[in-house]
């Protein structure tokens, strides 16, 4: 490891989930990075729903935290260490972090899909630690060059802006399609702002509060719909989004996809949920949904720097290391949006 | 019309699907071809599940028999007569039909995908009458040229291929993949051939009947399974095309789906399932159906000429058109598994 | 044919080519639209590339001006009378017309690409009549809806916008993508504004003229570079878009192209040119052509109604009927860049 | 390392070009697997068309053979030993290999384009040793276990095979296509082989050398043409492949593509050739080239395993590491076709 000029200390202070519903600040040893990894000073880490449902729950699914586990992946720092494959011009970069290791050589890495390695290593996601925490370490390739005019908190949030762009790549939309996005909660806004920047021309949001309704359109929506009162399976869209898992959002939602449409499942529901079979045969809907992301972070990058995606006024609350608690629980107030937690502050 | 050496009469018998359950011969009217389209003497029909849908419920979901018609739609004959903008060197060929006539001009059509024309006349369905009856007109570019080696019933059984053939098609298997089907029916029968045509190199058959697992094996599957004693869900494919309609094997078949695979709905049944959407998520299953086809006939024409696809074994049953009712009853003999109705026998 | 309340005359007045570099003002009988068509009063016809040739060769490779032709096939106009299949509710809108007429049957247009149509009747195209003329009939899905805020001038060049979309397309850019463009004429010009409106983080415009590249950086390009001075092939883009027509550009440019990047060429030069193939093989290039275009219009017209492509301010000459020679000759000002014939003005 | 029973000596014989013109057998230390690699004993070795260009010459292109290498690309052998961390169980198998060692975290890594990888290491190109000599070390996932019905000849034939399936997956054909292939040397026997397996009805291989067209015939063409008599240009077909190196080949090959087919160019010939760009613009013709292959060993070994490709019967001649000069050689009998070296023998 070759050291900069910043002087790294040994241990660090860590938000450590010890149970469900349980955080401890604790001292943790600052990891080493292997010989491809940098070692990251953490600057901002966003707060995800599926932090909340770890910290609530203990578990998402089949992913059971069993030992004490450091929450947190959609994070931006700046670069105090290199590993001794890395070339360590890259000390003092600020950057932000795909949080993810893939093995690199499976079947899935092979052929470009290494979001679904089997063998992947990822944040926040049992066993692997997260970023609530005053350093983290990752592959040097997975820590991307953030310009100066993205901020860390925006450079936090390229995360979930990822999750967008991976969403509205498999909806195929181009220049002048239409989108129906159900949802307005972070990843339904961040959605909208995506397809407005692929250049959809009609960017259709639905959402039963009225107050998210409205924001959606401050962030790309050109129309937004109450699902209640308008049955969203009227329309006819290119492309729909669900950032909802509300089981009848996706049903109405797939009803408006038009012939050889898109549908992306990208909301987090039931495992399971009745879906319109006729409809998407007599149409040649194609279903899909998304698992994190592959090669998002540059164009995430790009939208954010050229003005296209607006992260900073997504943030709505700042949080230190010793507020954690404070930042996964402010999903409970209506106007949170995003929290942001400073390890380092 | 120029008419060729064949005597063409003016009246015709046919079977009249009158109400449902009932049929009747009638004489009807031999259609007039219009100008881009040809008379075709019907050689050989094949029942499709449709046809006895309709006979036994008079509607298929939003299409109702309203008035008398004839059912039909899958077939072969002899060209008889040309409308005043065809070739009369079409007289005297044998030809198998694709029964559908699009618009040829709508946003569906000009994108290539005229099998979702919202204009479409498709034989036998409401109110397009069908191919049980001496005569048929048909778009002459929708009349695919039959090689000595292809039978009539072979000919006829090409539509049935063409399902089998688009459904593959959005599979997107190629030589060396695996697939899963469910339903060893006529159609699971057809797929199993085809996806052996299209190189799969693991053909597995999934149908809860021994008999029709046996049969499977004859057509193509490299393996059978039996869904009430292995669980389909356990395999791990690149592709499963359903072919049953049954929620359970739906189900199960699109858990069986390896990441970034494809599940294609085939065949009909409940117009709402619940759909595995966490392992649709987590793997990034595609999911889709099929509404007919488009551009099959070429292909499907290729593979029965060259001896990949045999449609001549899957006939269990001739009959003529006093006959249709016995022809479209034959479904509840379990032995059954195609039946073909010769109009001029 | 349902007439409007605009009273519509039986002869118009048409600048007709009557043999290579000769012009001729004539009347002609006001065309009658088929039960599919409209007519169309034309308001503004854009001066192409290919109407110049036509005027000063007679030919363009195989296609021969043979017997008197209208040329022109930029352009739009406002509806003044509808074909008897045609809803008498289009009359009295603007229009801009897709100056194509494909037979909808063939192969090609089964498969939704229509532009290959090898029936295409398309206008200016020996011995199909164009647009420098009072009237012209279409087809009328062929005549797109124009909003209030494009002017007729826009409206004629979403033809070449067009081009510019079919080109962009088949780069398979998406946001965040590279791409180098070499011309700064009126398609290298739009294909830069496309491009941006596609999302290309980088638009390089290569130029050898110092005027036509200070222009380029007015629309969309974020780098221009003197091909004499800078070698094109020293980049690495993500795709490549030849608008000049010109061997060595089209060589280079190809070079530029990284690994599995499109090459598209669109510019007319020699029909054989040398290309760099070791390139193409060893990092996977992709290089294909564009023969206009299908499905563009809409794209078009939501680009330029939402201020992404400003097709306005490339019209640098307004002319009309009697003086379409000198709209010809224009090109020979290195000031001009799209001349503009009003055939009603 | 964990060995297995088999005692693996410290030095093998090897076939070393130490000069253009000059091969010397050697002894070389068997190379130790790194902790992801296995050794393989090798069995059989194809020439391949580079090896004897390097072996004549001493160079490819910008690759320059500056110090004494391995000739030997095409392999396969027995596992005798495992790298730390390889599962033991590999030892005993008989494999092919996949000969390449792409970086797995580049760009085009990531992408599923591993074959792109700037930092490959590939064998026998310079500087990396091939497998003319006992024993090679690879990575574990890129050796690939061999069923009893293939033998080692045919399993070091998988690699120019492999390169066939990588051409016709850029084909795009399937089941009815028809395709053109320039050249009935070893690849282009293979790729007729290949197309005959992914469907192609109508293989044409044209070759002006009249026994390497009646072989053609025997290993799938369906049709062979004499370029001298009958032009190429005049077909028109799906899809071209070019395995002649020969600028006239792929002009006409190019000029039978019909709209919108593909011409996959494999032959090595001048860096810069005459394409047809007109046609390729007004047919919309996609070129494209191949650089090795990507995830082709087990589809290749499927065709060859299930009798759908017959690579034993392309070995006309073998040879010990005695004689590698005269497999070097061997390609000046015209009768020859390919020629293996036995390293063990």
């Known amino acids: 490891m070759t050291a900069g000029l910043t002087v790294i200390p040994s241990i660090m202070r860590a938000s450590v989930l010890t149970a469900a519903g349980s955080l401890e600040v604790q001292e943790r040893p600052v990891p080493l990075p292997d010989p491809d990894q940098i070692l990251v000073q953490v600057s901002a880490v966003g707060v995800c729903g599926s932090d909340v449902h770890y910290y609530r729950e203990g578990r998402i699914g089949d992913f059971v935290v069993e030992s004490p586990m450091i929450l947190g992946h959609e994070l931006a720092g700046r670069v105090v260490a290199v590993g001794v494959n890395v070339d360590d011009s890259r000390?003092?970069?600020?950057?932000?972090?795909e949080p993810q290791r893939p093995c690199g050589r499976c079947k899935q890495c092979r052929a470009g899909r290494y979001n679904l390695c089997p063998y992947m290593e990822f944040y926040a996601t049992p066993p692997i630690d997260g970023a609530f925490a005053g350093y983290v370490a990752i592959q040097s390739d997975f820590a991307h060059d953030l310009p100066d005019n993205v901020s860390d908190s925006a450079g936090a949030l390229l995360e979930p802006l990822s999750v967008g762009i991976a969403a509205i790549r498999k909806t195929h939309i181009r220049p002048g399609s239409s989108i129906l996005i159900?949802?307005?909660?972070?990843?339904?806004?961040?959605?909208?702002?995506?397809?407005?920047?692929?250049?959809a021309s009609e960017i259709i949001v639905s959402d039963?509060?009225?107050?998210?309704?409205?924001?959606?359109?401050?962030?790309?929506?050109?129309?937004?719909?109450?699902?209640?009162?308008?049955?969203?399976?009227?329309?006819?869209?290119?492309?729909?989004?669900?950032?909802?898992?509300s089981p009848r959002a996706v049903d109405s939602g797939i009803r408006a996809v038009g012939p050889a449409g898109y549908a992306v499942l990208v909301g987090l529901g039931s495992p399971t949920m009745p879906l319109p079979v006729a409809h998407i045969q007599n149409l040649e809907v194609i279903v899909t949904g998304i698992f994190r992301y592959t090669d998002t972070w540059p164009t995430a990058i790009h939208l954010v720097s050229s003005g296209q995606v607006d992260l900073d006024s997504l943030v709505t609350g700042n949080f230190d290391l010793d507020h954690v608690r404070e930042a996964l629980e402010s999903d409970r107030n209506p106007e949170s949006l995003k929290s942001i937690v400073h390890p380092n502050l």
Chains 1, 2, 3, 4 share one sequence.
Not at 91 to 97: D, M, N, P, S
Not at 185 to 199: D, M
């Open 182 to 199: 159900a949802g307005a909660g972070p990843i339904g806004i961040i959605v909208a702002q995506t397809a407005k920047a692929f250049g």
């Open 91 to 97: 000390i003092g970069r600020r950057v932000a972090i």
């Open 208 to 245: 039963p509060i009225p107050e998210r309704r409205a924001r959606a359109l401050l962030f790309g929506a050109t129309r937004v719909i109450d699902p209640m009162e308008d049955d969203p399976s009227q329309l006819e869209v290119d492309a729909f989004v669900d950032a909802s898992g």
